[in-house]
């Protein structure tokens, strides 16, 4: 006795197709995503056609930045002097966390 078997139909022979360009465009997303994580990985004709950050022009930059209150007293800080009030000019250096540390307070003594 002879079993017959089905003829794919003509989608199969289509869907098989469409595998490779979806293929190639997640390996194209995953180059990219590569290189913009990890820039120093890319080859260096490539690397010229890059944007510089513009903290890595100067190395010796310092930011200014304005301190000033408004009329209910609250501090505001901007990149341009207030004319209508006294600032005080604060400079930083990018590269470095302006943000300052915090050492927690210790830990009460246990009661007896």
Sequence with gaps: MRVAHP???RACHHQR???LPWIL???A???LAWWYLAPQT???SLRAYLPR???ASSANAKVEVYKSRDDKGRVQ???SPPTDRPFQTLSYDPRLNV???VIPPPPPPPKP
């Design 77 to 79: 800080f901007t990149s």
């Design 53 to 55: 950050p513009a903290r």
């Design 99 to 101: 943000v300052p540390s």
């Design 17 to 19: 197709g469409r595998a």
């Design 42 to 44: 890319l080859p260096q």
């Design 25 to 27: 465009v997640a390996l």
């Design 7 to 9: 003829r794919p139909s």
């Design 29 to 31: 997303l995953a180059a």
